[in-house]
């Protein structure tokens, strides 16, 4: 889930993008966002609507090993 209330973040976990980040404008979001990690889903292609933008591979690995880590437990 993509959020732009930035107070929701949980420190160490979630992603903030802001315009100074160099993937921002390719990530197709208009204000600073949080990228909860906590909240990402898996859902069939066929019932989005469009697509937004993307992230450049570093984000993309550092949010793969805060979910992996995430999921493995204390």
Do not use: Y
Not at 20 to 49: N, Q
């Amino acid at each position: 889930m993509i959020s732009s209330n930035l107070d929701q973040e949980v420190p160490e976990f979630d992603e903030v993008m802001t315009p100074d980040d160099s993937d921002f404008k390719e990530s197709g979001l208009k204000v600073p966002s949080l990228i909860r990690i906590g909240r990402i889903a898996v859902v069939d292609g066929g019932i989005l609507l469009g697509r937004l933008g993307q992230i450049n591979t570093q984000r993309l690995i550092r949010i793969r090993h805060k979910l992996s880590r995430w999921t493995e437990g204390p």
